[in-house]
């Protein structure tokens, strides 16, 4: 992949395809090609195959997807296997079809089995259950990364699939109520003045975030070092408890209220780091700790989202 290459971001509206597209444009890549959804509906084949034959397209980073939290997952698991599947079909088989170069899929931790070991490997996938909440979506991931990888064998078509843990940043979803852990905190917070902010469960479930700007960069480190369709994870190597989170985000915010936890609600899986020494044999580490990350998420929050 070179300045002048022909490269198309599936979702480059979103939280990932943004930044990919950000980091792009920073490097002083000169082709980059996007379509909006009302102009461009993934879903439908016929669409997607004349976009592919207007368009020359050498590289795609796939990060187009239907999203949600454990709620709308499991609320519209029809939705998300159909949506999902249909998305990655269409642009995967289109890429072959017009000799795509290489063909980057993003998914997610939730693609790997309820019990897996810790810290997951990729050798961990279809070794075990899935999380039933979020069985649909990941199993439409799960067919991409099989996609690929039979392409791969019978037609040699060069892809890869990178699986990132828990994102945040700019272009993040703060729905009040369907939205991911970090920017659902910052509007509480932001918005409780003196409070109280109550959170779910009891606030020991660890996680592990990333500053989206660190996973458009694994993104094109990635895309430049491997064509096998191989399974890649992506970690920031940073593990958090819920109740640490919630307290450095209130401190960032200058929340000054109490936090009250109910523990009446569901906590979630308990710890879920990725191995991503993969990747970080290669060289590749992200650049932002945690603090750095959220105190520019929560300046974009005050400056996009509430103005
Ligand atoms: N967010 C995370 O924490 C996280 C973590 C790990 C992995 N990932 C993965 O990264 C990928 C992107 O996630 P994200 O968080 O960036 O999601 P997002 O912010 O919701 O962005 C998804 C993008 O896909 C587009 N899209 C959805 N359905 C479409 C359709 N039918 N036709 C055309 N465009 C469509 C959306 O378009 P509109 O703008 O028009 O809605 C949006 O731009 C997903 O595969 C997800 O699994 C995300």
Known sequence: MHKESYIYIAGHNGLVGSAIFRELKRRGFKNIITANRCDLDLINSTKVSEFFSENKIEYVFDAAARVGGIKANDTYSGEFIFQNTMIQTNLIHNSYLYKVKKFLLLGSVCIYPKFAPIPVKEASLLCGELEPTNEAYAIAKIHGIKMLQAYKKQYGFKGLALMPCNLYGPNDNYHPDNSHVIPALIRKFH?????????????????????????????????????????????????????????????????????????????????????????????????????????????????????
Do not use: H
């Open 191 to 307: 918005e409780a003045k003196n409070g109280p902010v109550i959170c779910w469960g009891d606030g020991t479930p660890m996680r592990e975030f990333m500053y989206v700007d660190d996973l458009a960069d694994a993104a094109i480190f990635a895309m430049k070092r491997y064509e096998n369709a191989e399974l890649i994870n992506v970690g920031s190597g940073e593990d958090v408890s819920i109740k640490n989170l919630a307290e450095m985000i209130s401190e960032l915010t200058g929340y000054k209220g109490n936090i009250l936890w109910d523990k009446s609600k569901p906590n979630g899986t308990p710890k879920r780091p990725l191995d991503y020494s993969k990747l970080k044999l290669l060289g590749w580490e992200p650049k932002y700790k945690l603090r750095q990350g959220l105190e520019k998420a929560i300046n974009y929050f005050k400056k996009e989202i509430i103005n």
